[in-house]
T-cell receptor
Framework: DAGVTQSPTHLIKTRGQQVTLRCSPI?????VSWYQQVLGQGPQFIFQ???????GRGNFPDRFSARQFPNYSSELNVNALLLGDSALYLC????????????FGPGTRLTVL | AQKITQTQPGMFVQEKEAVTLDCTYD???????LFWYKQPSSGEMIFLIY??????QNATEGRYSLNFQKARKSANLVISASQLGDSAMYFC??????????????FGQGTTLQVKP
């Protein structure tokens, strides 16, 4: 079975632009979470979606938004990009009702110039 | 307050030897889970091992074992018979039951492991 997939792999934007990152969970997984990992640090939780509803939000500004589609894939949108948004954005999926499993995708590396 | 602490920014180990990566955590939730992930330079987070707070036995997965000391709030990862491919960043993470269904993982700062031939 395919793992979590993310697109694009790399992205370069300039300050003030908007970006959309995409994630497809493992088949059968209904929960998708997004994390931001700044260079040299551990990942920070941004959002979790389950059955198209937001279940959790981390300490990120309103410039960050996300949504989940009926096929459980998800998009993360970031508006008015800042230099500090440069990071690896990781998507993770979990099976329903599982506390012990969260599988990550390869990430999207965003560079803001 | 830091919920996950990894005090070793970098570690070296000789190939075929065992190595322990330290992790301490802080939570008041009686129900929680502890995870270890490996992150190679490619960036992908690879799940290694999981330990639940109520699990009686220490978790093991192949060459990976988790030394869980609940009273000390530590969850150290032990890698036996290190291989060159083990060179990577290792993250300890925690999920608390009080986070409900958010699935939120709290990560430490990571430890870089380098395996010497």
């Amino acid at each position: 079975d395919a793992g979590v997939t993310q697109s694009p792999t790399h992205l370069i934007k300039t300050r003030g632009q908007q970006v959309t990152l995409r994630c497809s969970p493992i088949s059968g997984h209904k929960s998708v979470s997004w994390y931001q990992q700044v260079l040299g640090q551990g990942p920070q939780f941004i959002f979790q979606y389950y059955e198209k509803e937001e279940r959790g939000r981390g300490n990120f500004p309103d410039r960050f938004s996300a949504r989940q589609f009926p096929n459980y894939s998800s998009e993360l949108n970031v508006n008015a990009l800042l230099l500090g948004d440069s990071a690896l954005y990781l998507c993770a999926s979990s099976p329903e009702g599982s506390f012990s499993e969260q599988f990550f995708g390869p990430g999207t590396r965003l560079t803001v110039l | 307050a830091q919920k996950i602490t990894q005090t070793q920014p970098g570690m070296f180990v000789q190939e075929k030897e065992a190595v322990t990566l330290d992790c301490t955590y802080d939570t008041s939730d009686p129900s929680y889970g502890l995870f270890w992930y490996k992150q190679p330079s490619s960036g992908e987070m690879i799940f290694l091992i999981y330990q639940g707070s109520y699990d009686q036995q220490n978790a093991t997965e192949g060459r990976y074992s988790l030394n869980f000391q609940k009273a000390r709030k530590s969850a150290n990862l032990v890698i036996s018979a290190s291989q060159l491919g083990d060179s990577a960043m290792y993250f300890c993470a925690m999920r608390e039951a009080t986070s409900g269904n958010t699935g939120k993982l709290i990560f430490g700062q990571g430890t870089t492991l380098q395996v010497k031939p």
